[in-house]
Nanobody
Framework: QVQLVESGGGSAQAGGSLTLSCVTS????????MGWFRQPPREVREIVAA????????YYPESVNGRFTISRDNAKNTLYLHMNSLKSEATAVYYC??????????????????????WGPGTQVTVSS
């Protein structure tokens, strides 16, 4: 049974930091490209960060570039999102997502939600100004 479980959400002040974790089970973690998405209230889900199966490739949208860092520990089957300099617009439910990445040599990064087929239940992040 495939499971992705996020943790680390909560409340933070604007300008502060939070780190999210996503523990996976039921998959060979180092064959999966991973991503973090968020869905603010009454808005569509959007990419926050993505990482290739090896961790060697990453993607960030301009809105978080330089403030958020995605990382993974393949030995612990865990994905992380380090968020610094938080803004109030970061308030959202944050989702961990995974997709099987067959080509180890290509080591792709996937940036679209429809490219992922494994999702966690989400964790709420609330940033107050």
């Amino acid at each position: 049974q495939v499971q992705l479980v996020e943790s680390g959400g909560g409340s933070a002040q604007a300008g502060g930091s939070l780190t999210l974790s996503c523990v996976t089970s039921g998959v060979i973690f180092n064959t999966y490209a991973m991503g973090w998405f968020r869905q603010p209230p009454r808005e569509v889900r959007e990419i926050v960060a993505a990482v290739s199966r090896s961790g060697g490739g990453t993607y960030y949208p301009e809105s978080v570039n330089g403030r958020f860092t995605i990382s993974r520990d393949n030995a612990k089957n865990t994905l992380y999102l380090h968020m610094n300099s938080l803004k109030s617009e970061a308030t959202a439910v944050y989702y961990c997502a995974g997709t099987f990445s067959a080509d180890a040599t290509r080591d792709r990064v996937y940036s679209r939600a429809d490219e992922y087929d494994r999702w966690g239940p989400g964790t709420q992040v609330t940033v107050s100004s």
